[in-house]
């Protein structure tokens, strides 16, 4: 059984200031780990995924995250936060043969003036 | 590409009522999955088709069912709704059979709410 955990249900930030949400994962065999975004009334958008061939992952919006196994992490980061950032965020584990997301409870950043 | 496509987008319905849903993949995607997402239970993985065979089933009553159809598009179907069923009901796309290391591809979701 997989599972996610994400520190921080609520994250500000500044403009112009870094941006860090926390994801940490449990897996039986190795993962594969996404982050995707979610903007009020809307579905989910893909922000990058890792599937093992590189430990350091860019994103769509200047997104990337870093698989770390030796800490079961995943965080995301952007070094400079934009206000168009503000959504919720979600970092999700799948593994298996079914095409099946296991989520994380979310993040909503909010960014401020 | 057009991506993925869930219809109605707002659904009001009363308790005991059933209800459908549709979804339309991406065009040559094959895998369709349906998530509920609510306030208190986050995002949960409802059920899996692939080839019009349900492949994975989350936790959830039988009054939640599915199929797909030959041409992938699927449909979810809540029987005897609860005021609990309100949610944004999320219609995921994928490729290919390989399964978890596909990326899935949502729709806007469809808003359910049950009075």
């Known amino acids: 059984a997989q599972s996610v955990t994400q520190l921080g249900s609520h994250v500000s930030v500044s403009e112009g200031a870094l941006v860090l949400l926390r994801c940490n994962y449990s897996?039986?065999?190795?993962?594969?780990l996404f982050w995707y975004v979610q903007y009020p009334n809307q579905g989910l958008q893909l922000l990058l995924k890792?599937?093992?061939?590189?430990?350091l992952v860019k994103g769509i919006n200047g997104f990337e995250a870093e698989f770390k196994k030796s800490e079961t992490s995943f965080h995301l980061t952007k070094p400079s936060a934009h206000m168009s950032d503000a959504a919720e965020y979600f970092c999700?584990?799948?593994?298996?043969?079914?095409?099946?997301?296991?989520f994380g409870t979310g993040t909503r950043l909010q960014v401020t003036l | 590409k057009a991506g993925v496509t869930q219809t109605p987008r707002y659904l009001i319905k009363t308790r005991g009522q059933q209800v459908t849903l549709s979804c339309s993949p991406i065009?040559?995607?094959?895998?369709v999955s349906w998530y509920q997402q609510t306030p208190g239970q986050g995002l949960q993985f409802l059920f899996e088709?692939?080839?019009?065979?349900?492949?994975n089933k989350g936790n959830f009553p039988g009054r939640f069912s599915g199929r797909q159809f030959s041409n992938s598009r699927s449909e979810m179907n809540v029987s005897t709704l609860e005021l609990g069923d309100s949610a944004l009901y999320l219609c995921?796309?994928?490729?290919?059979?390989?399964?978890?290391?596909?990326?899935?591809?949502f729709g806007p979701g469809t808003r359910l709410t049950v009075l």
């Open positions: 890792y599937t093992s061939a590189a430990t």
């Open positions: 999700a584990v799948g593994t298996g043969t079914a095409s099946k997301l296991t």
């Open positions: 065009s040559g995607h094959r895998s």
């Open positions: 995921a796309s994928s490729p290919s059979p390989s399964g978890g290391t596909d990326t899935q591809y």
């Open positions: 088709y692939f080839s019009e065979t349900q492949r």
């Open positions: 897996s039986s065999v190795p993962p594969y």
